[in-house]
């Protein structure tokens, strides 16, 4: 606005001659520079995506002859429905679908209740705080930087107790847990900048802590729900080392799968099929990402700032 | 009237109380009970299932003199160093060039931020087929003619943790693009201007008067990538299961091979124990300076 009425007032006081900056040149060599490099590093970071592609939709012949940036002479979509439906991991025949569908029902229900619970923690610890609130959220922080590997053990014989080492509850529960520090750090943060004034009017209305929760605070928190969502779902569909210490190989993840079927040391090596699978499997969290756009970035910029 | 307000005190907040059962229970048993137990239990012979017979550190020595335990360290130090310096030298260079005032910045950033969404196995697998020697880039490059042209890290024993880090700092620097970006966005116009009047060339500027004002930002992303480094488990086992030999292995799979694979619970408690204090190294001296320091004012 300053620059339009600057320019406005020196237009109508004295007409000299063109004022305030000088046009650039679109082709000026800084933007040469900048765009150049961007561009340059832009095909870097797209070439994995194009390679994968590229390759999974060639014949197994073409391979071996050919050059993997090349792009297919003869597409072919066989690989994709051998990855999806056909490709092996030990005795199972059924492709990468079951370690989709287990993914699903392990996503899910993690997804939810994480969520549920950190949403809650965050609400009680923003709004309820009661002694000794602040040092378990403390402990809940510090416990994010401790290294999984530390408490993997300890949770095998937790779950083994209760019998559920091997199940997909159990891998939920593994789940809620880990994500808890980060979600609850998210909601504490977002129910505290909610003007308590309302807070305190629901009370005096006589709003207890269910009633305030479910008619106040969730009906005007929903973006953050939907980051924690973001940062859930790809968390959870990317996590390889929980499934595969928690769950059976029935009952792999997705992730899983993929690394035993591209891995595996028995037949031929598939590539064309290997990278169809690999596609498959990170189709869900690109998905997420270039739907949710700059929420995605909201959702990490808050996982950067723990504490 | 004590005994008359206790009641009272404690019926306070109760349905809070209740709904925070769940966080009480995991900051108590799972993150200090779970880690508590681990240390414990690296002191004991356990083998297959964890018993109580305490040996002192021998666990600890024998961690120390197995070569695939060093190997491990070693790795880590390097991919850690390398990881860290170009993370934040790329990082910041990708989000000054997109500070810009350029045109499809969304684009870019898109783009370079995509391989943060996937998770280590899809890249760890697309660069094993990139680098792999006899259809890659090595034969890519052999078949334009150069027949000497050498380069299948993941083949090499020397370099082959080059390899993973390229895979690595393919996937994350997006992210402290992202950091950085919003550090740089968080400066004000007037101190550009008054560079630029003061006739501060802008390589300077950045250097001497920008980076030492996103001090802040810095030792976040410090923090975000070492945690990232020692947790790095899922690339390894996905680009090179470890291998050639044992020239990847990684502390963090260190671990899970012996708890879950060779049934030595005791190493893995012990090297697990480890990591927790390279961890501690690390956090600690931060956590007093960021939190710490404000506190003094």
Known sequence: ?307 | MAAARAPARWHKNISAKIAAIPMITTALVVFIGGTAWTVLYSFTSSKLLPKEKFVGLAQYDRLWSSSKWLISIENLAIYGFFSLIFSLLIGFVLAALLDQKIRFEDTFRTILLYPFALSFIVTGLAWQWILNPDFGIQHVVRSMGFENFDFDPLYNPDIVIYGILIAGLWQGTGLIMCLMLAGLRGIDEDIWKAAKIDGIPMWKTYIFIVIPMMRGIFITAIVLIASGIIKVYDLVVAQTGGGPGIASEVPAKYVYDSMFLSQNLGQGFAASTMMLVTVAIIVVPWAYLEFGGKRRG
């Open chain 1, 1 to 307: 606005m300053d620059n339009v009425n600057q320019n406005a007032s020196a237009v109508s006081t004295e007409m000299v001659g063109p004022r305030g900056q000088k046009p650039t040149k679109v082709f000026s060599r800084r933007n040469i520079m900048i765009y150049g490099t961007l561009i340059v590093i832009s095909l870097y970071y797209l070439l994995p995506l194009y390679v994968m592609v590229v390759t999974s939709l060639k014949g197994m012949p073409e391979i071996r002859l050919g050059n993997i940036f090349s792009p297919p002479v003869e597409i072919t979509f066989q690989p994709w429905v051998k990855a999806w439906a056909e490709a092996c991991t030990g005795l199972n025949c059924d492709g990468l679908s079951r370690g989709f569908f287990n993914s699903v029902r392990i996503l899910v229900p993690s997804v939810i209740l994480s969520i549920i619970i950190a949403s809650i923690n965050g609400y009680a610890l923003a709004n309820w705080r009661f002694k000794g609130a602040e040092t378990f959220f403390t402990i809940l922080i510090v416990g994010a930087f401790i290294p999984y590997q530390v408490m993997i053990y300890p949770i095998v014989i937790l779950l083994r107790e209760v019998g559920l080492y091997g199940s997909l509850t159990g891998l939920v529960i593994v789940h809620t847990i880990f994500g808890m520090p980060i979600l609850t750090l998210l909601f504490r943060n977002y129910f505290a900048s909610i003007p308590q004034e309302l807070f305190k009017a629901a009370r005096v209305d006589g709003a207890g802590f269910w009633g305030i929760y479910f008619r106040i605070m969730i009906p005007m928190s929903l973006p953050i729900f939907v980051v924690a969502m973001i940062l859930q779902v790809t968390g959870i569909w990317n996590d390889f080392l929980f499934g595969v210490i928690y769950t059976k190989p029935d009952l792999y993840p997705m992730t899983v799968q993929l690394n035993n079927i591209v891995n595996s040391t028995q037949g031929v090596k598939e590539y064309n099929v290997n990278m169809a699978a690999t596609i498959l499997t990170g189709l869900v969290p690109l998905l997420v990402y270039f739907i949710s756009g700059k929420l995605f970035v909201r959702g990490i910029a808050a996982g950067a700032v723990k504490g």
